[in-house]
């Protein structure tokens, strides 16, 4: 079993910056594929950003190309997505978690989800 938390979500201007965690217990992040994800109200979930177990290779949305960057931390297991130039299309709630395929919404394991609010 794993239990994924996030944090650092909240309430930004258009332009500015967030940096959301995810601190994972029971299994090591490096166990699975981490992923980002989001949903906005509304709209399907989306994989915004995902890191392989090594670390070596990494997924962004096209939306995300260039603004976000995910990283992780294995000595921590904590999983990061550093968001820049934030839009207010990005406001959604965010969520980690641990995948055999990311891409394919194939996930084990889900976080609680942290609420991203980008104002105009």
């Known amino acids: 079993q794993v239990q994924l938390v996030e944090s650092g979500g909240g309430l930004v201007q258009a332009g500015g910056s967030l940096r959301l965690s995810c601190a994972a217990s029971?299994?090591?992040?490096?166990?699975?594929?981490m992923g980002w994800f989001r949903q906005a109200p509304g709209k399907e979930r989306e994989l915004v950003a995902a890191i392989s177990r090594s670390g070596g290779s990494l997924y962004y949305a096209d939306s995300a190309k260039g603004r976000f960057t995910i990283s992780k931390n294995n000595a921590r297991n904590t999983v990061s997505l550093q968001m820049n130039s934030l839009k207010p299309e990005d406001t959604a709630v965010y969520y980690c978690a641990a995948c055999d395929s990311p891409s394919s919404g194939d996930c084990d394991y889900w976080g609680q989800g942290t609420q991203v609010t980008v104002s105009s």
């Open positions: 029971g299994r090591a992040v490096s166990d699975y594929r």
